[in-house]
């Protein structure tokens, strides 16, 4: 069987040779070092997923997105971020970015966040054989990438009717409004989040972000949970 292409697009040399040594054993792992070098690797092969550093000499991230979603408008890019939180990610999202991973990551984030993402593209070919609330909420993330935001309601109303306590996909919901420029929309499917589940971060970081007094969409968070902080109100 034909493994699937990964490619890594970092100029930090400790960071290429991270994730490529935590994927080369399920993936075939092409590195570039710099934005220029990425957009010529990727125009010579077929990658099922890649991982793209947000700043780059010369060519920066955002950059190289546009270019590779001109050649290929359904390549899984996955942004790379070494910022707290992902500064730039409605501007990404809208680009076609489908993914974040924020520094430092472990082994396991990695391969998770490449496996998923792979996972949506084989949910999207089988749709009728989604059936639990995960399947819904990860088409959706997926639809939602895509800008397809009316499949993506649809799919987080399924979700929600599968399981009325989890915070998701009232999350994803509010998402979906503030991509749309429906604020006072958005607050309400975050607060329903955080009632199912007040410490769910990704709503409150949201839910807050949006009533700050200068508002800022470039904050969004999907579902990310930082888990330096989980640890810290842990102990």
Known sequence: MTQEKILIVDDEKNIRKTLKQCLQTDYEVVTAVNGEDGIDKFAEDDFAVILLDMKLPGIDGIKVLEEIK???????????????????????????????????????????IVQEVID???????????????????????????????????????????????????????????MQDKLKEAQKEYRAALALDPSYKPARDNLDRTTQFEYQKRDINLGEVDEEEDETEEA
């Open 120 to 178: 949506r593209d084989r949910i999207e070919i089988v749709e009728e054989e989604l059936d639990s609330y995960e399947d819904y909420v990860q088409y959706a993330k997926s639809c939602i990438n895509d800008r397809k935001f009316e499949k993506a309601r649809e799919y987080l109303q399924k979700a929600v009717s599968l399981d009325t306590s989890k915070p998701e996909a009232f999350n994803l919901l509010g998402v979906i409004f503030e």
């Open 70 to 112: 001109k050649e290929d408008n359904g390549a899984n890019v996955i942004m790379i971020t070494g910022f707290g939180s992902v500064k730039t990610a409605v501007k990404t999202m809208k680009l076609g970015a489908v993914d974040y991973l924020r520094k430092p990551f472990t082994p396991d984030e990695i391969r998770k």
